[in-house]
T-cell receptor, first 111, second 113 residues
Framework: GENVEQHPSTLSVQEGDSAVIKCTYS??????FPWYKQELGKRPQLIID???NVGEKKDQRIAVTLNKTAKHFSLHITETQPEDSAVYFC??????????WGAGTKLIIKP | DTAVSQTPKYLVTQMGNDKSIKCEQN?????MYWYKQDSKKFLKIMFS???????INETVPNRFSPKSPDKAHLNLHINSLELGDSAVYFC????????????FGNGTRLTVT
């Protein structure tokens, strides 16, 4: 079955620097790749997603890139701010019923 | 105007008890889910319902029984609670069978003592 690996498990960056979180997936038929942000004590919320027919998508300081050949996708956050501190989850699916989640990355923004 | 609401927010109970968590969504979505998030933050799907029909039933003890009276509601009943059931349980919904965003409720923190 599908497997999603997420790295690193913890990432600490200086405020203002960029952060990159990487995920790899095993099922080449996966076609939907969302990223969720979960602040401490809160619910996961979608921040950006990408489908297999595009290679990159941007939304202000957040971008996601997809390499279908290598079967990996990455979340890029530029000009990090304290409010970016959270746990970030990647996921992959062939259909909405079979969303496979990464283990999460705790992002710490140092002032 | 909360999109996905679940109750209660906190639930503290003793081993062996039976408890229920309720979930309702007002987004008009066709599909609802129950997720379990343990202390290590792993998100694990437990059940998924589409238009009141069970479509995902992961390896979950049969002490857990979901019930969907209509497509806007998905409740979770847990019998004979065990210490290992302590976790945060999230309800979520999404639109149909397309690859579309999940909308999560605020979670129910279950503590079994």
């Amino acid at each position: 079955g599908e497997n999603v690996e997420q790295h690193p498990s913890t990432l600490s960056v200086q405020e203002g620097d960029s952060a990159v979180i990487k995920c790899t997936y095993s099922d080449s038929a996966s076609n939907y790749f969302p990223w969720y942000k979960q602040e401490l004590g809160k619910r996961p919320q979608l921040i950006i997603d990408i489908r297999s027919n595009v290679g990159e998508k941007k939304d202000q300081r957040i971008a996601v890139t997809l390499n279908k050949t290598a079967k990996h996708f990455s979340l890029h956050i530029t000009e990090t701010q304290p409010e970016d501190s959270a746990v970030y989850f990647c996921a992959a699916s062939k259909s909405n019923y079979q969303l496979i989640w990464g283990a999460g990355t705790k992002l710490i923004i140092k002032p | 105007d909360t999109a996905v609401s679940q109750t209660p927010k906190y639930l503290v109970t003793q081993m062996g008890n039976d408890k229920s968590i309720k979930c309702e969504q007002n987004l008009g979505h066709d599909t609802m889910y129950w997720y379990k998030q343990d202390s290590k933050k792993f998100l694990k799907i437990m059940f998924s319902y589409n238009n009141k029909e069970l479509i995902i039933n992961e390896t979950v003890p049969n002490r857990f029984s979901p019930k969907s009276p209509d497509k806007a509601h998905l409740n979770l009943h847990i019998n004979s609670l065990e210490l290992g059931d302590s976790a945060v349980y999230f309800c979520a919904s999404s639109q149909g069978d397309h690859n579309s965003p999940l909308h999560f409720g605020n979670g129910t923190r279950l503590t079994v003592t």
